[in-house]
């Protein structure tokens, strides 16, 4: 019986899931997107569908994987095993962004000659008949949704994720805003824009574990595109205090956030601003007496434990 795979959301593979597979003749930015946007959580090798398709593959292709890295995290190392390298991610000698890249690079080296084969014109007029794009597709007359339902305006909604303050810098054109540049366990750090610095000192976000909220749509803020949101707990008084949330220590750059009892649900791929599903739910962020985060009085949390703040009770999260 052929094993089953599972996709790269998390979930079972499916033809009706784009993101979910890899096809044939995907271009090389469709594969870096899809694998950008797969889940893969630091040390969780469960319902991994960027290792399985390293496992039923790419290793039954060449025998052999290379972890493409840095010389500062130890360089290149060579896998013969599958095993091997499912421990070292286990472990989290491997990190998911390492792990990602290293596919896109094996991915792209097995497709390139059949993406070459097919750039042919009868080829391509071949494809094109059998799959049309959807905006050439004539469009099915559909009477009114009389009893559509509604979409459900729940957490699980929310892509938000451990991660690492690698920079942090003053944006050039605004005294109140901080660039940081924070590692989220995908290829590349992303780039947050902050209002944070007349509240936290730029040594205390350096190099510090934090909470990002990764699928809102990239805003420019002063010029510089914010591509997340870093979750703060604050409390309006006579003077504002603001502090960064805090993931359970031990954490590691990618794990999942959630609100206990929504963590199996598939985050939204990028939220719409104009159905505000971030400022719904964030009306019931809140802080308890514990300091700890939660979403109508149910916490947020990660495989490690509870997420909280440094001291403030009662503080609305945003």
């Known amino acids: 019986?052929?094993?089953?795979?599972?996709?790269?959301?998390?979930?079972?593979?499916?033809?009706?899931?784009?993101?979910?597979?890899?096809?044939?003749?995907?271009?090389?930015?469709?594969?870096?997107?899809?694998?950008?946007?797969?889940?893969?959580?630091?040390?969780?090798?469960?319902?991994?569908?960027?290792?399985?398709?390293?496992?039923?593959?790419?290793?039954p292709l060449k025998s052999e994987f290379v972890i493409l890295r840095d010389e500062k995290w130890g360089g290149n190392k060579t896998y013969t095993s599958y095993l091997d390298l499912e421990k070292d991610f286990a472990d989290e000698v491997v990190h998911p962004g390492d792990l990602k890249n290293s596919v896109e690079v094996a991915l792209n080296k097995l497709l390139d000659p059949?993406?070459?084969?097919?750039?042919?014109?009868?080829?391509?007029?071949?494809t094109s008949a059998a799959y049309p794009e959807p905006s050439k597709q004539k469009p099915v007359a559909k009477g009114p949704a009389k009893n559509s339902e509604p979409e459900e305006v729940i957490p699980s909604r929310l892509d938000i994720r451990v991660g690492k303050v690698i920079s942090v810098d003053k944006h050039p054109d605004a005294d109140s805003?901080?660039?940081?540049?924070?590692?989220?366990?995908?290829?590349?750090?992303?780039?947050?824009v902050s209002g944070l610095v007349q509240?936290?000192?730029?040594?205390?976000?350096?190099?510090?574990?934090?909470?990002?909220?990764c699928n809102l749509k990239p805003q420019k803020m002063r010029g510089i595109e914010s591509q997340g949101m870093l979750l703060c707990a604050s409390t309006e008084g006579v003077t504002?205090?603001?502090?960064?949330?805090?993931?359970?220590?031990?954490?590691?750059?990618?794990?999942?956030?959630?609100?206990?009892?929504?963590?199996?649900?598939?985050?939204?791929?990028?939220?719409?601003?104009?159905?505000?599903?971030?400022?719904?739910?964030?009306?019931?962020?809140?802080?308890?007496?514990?300091?700890?985060?939660?979403?109508?009085q149910t916490n947020f949390m990660t495989k490690l434990g509870c997420v909280s703040c440094k001291s403030l009770k009662g503080g609305n999260i945003s």
Request: with cysteine; charged share 35%.
């Open 1 to 59: 019986m052929n094993p089953m795979v599972p996709g790269l959301t998390g979930s079972k593979m499916s033809s009706s899931e784009e993101e979910s597979k890899i096809d044939l003749l995907d271009r090389k930015e469709d594969v870096k997107k899809k694998l950008k946007k797969a889940f893969c959580e630091p040390g969780n090798v469960e319902n991994n569908g960027v290792l399985s398709f390293i496992k039923h593959v790419l290793f």
């Open 114 to 126: 059949i993406r070459e084969k097919f750039n042919t014109p009868a080829l391509k007029k071949l």
């Open 177 to 192: 805003l901080y660039v940081e540049k924070i590692d989220v366990g995908e290829a590349e750090p992303r780039t947050v």
């Open 199 to 213: 509240f936290v000192p730029e040594e205390e976000l350096r190099d510090r574990l934090v909470v990002v909220l």
């Open 240 to 296: 504002r205090q603001v502090e960064p949330l805090d993931p359970p220590a031990g954490s590691a750059p990618g794990e999942r956030v959630f609100v206990k009892g929504y963590e199996k649900g598939q985050p939204d791929e990028e939220l719409k601003p104009k159905k505000k599903v971030f400022e719904k739910l964030q009306a019931d962020f809140k802080t308890s007496e514990d300091c700890i985060a939660q979403w109508k």
